[in-house]
Nanobody, 124 residues
Framework: QFQLVESGGGLVQPGGSLRLSCAASGFTLDYYTIGWFRQAPGKEREGVSSISSSDHMTYYADSVKGRFTISRDNAKNTVYLQMNSLKPEDTAVYYC?????????????????WGQGTQVTVSS
């Protein structure tokens, strides 16, 4: 059974940091581009960052550039999203998703597998 599981969400004050993890089971992430997405209440799901499968090229939404860093450890079959200088507007459910191949994209329909999401709340 192919599964992605996110962890690391929680409540943090503005300016704080969190590191999200996306662990795969049932398949290897080596051949998959991984994307992080988020969805706030009443808003559409939006792309945050993605990292390609073999050359680890990265892509970020303008709203998180310079604050978030995506990385992957294929040996651990896990992708990470380091989030620094968090703002209240970063509050959302964060999802990771896997796309077979090298394409860096935020097109939701192209992703093959999705995790269940982890809540991130930035509030004082």
């Amino acid at each position: 059974q192919f599964q992605l599981v996110e962890s690391g969400g929680g409540l943090v004050q503005p300016g704080g940091s969190l590191r999200l993890s996306c662990a795969a089971s049932g398949f290897t992430l080596d051949y998959y581009t991984i994307g992080w997405f988020r969805q706030a209440p009443g808003k559409e799901r939006e792309g945050v960052s993605s990292i390609s499968s073999s050359d680890h090229m990265t892509y970020y939404a303008d709203s998180v550039k310079g604050r978030f860093t995506i990385s992957r450890d294929n040996a651990k079959n896990t992708v990470y999203l380091q989030m620094n200088s968090l703002k209240p507007e970063d509050t959302a459910v964060y999802y990771c998703a896997a796309l077979l191949g090298e394409t860096l994209t935020f097109l939701v329909d192209l992703y093959d597998y999705w995790g269940q999401g982890t809540q991130v709340t930035v509030s004082s």
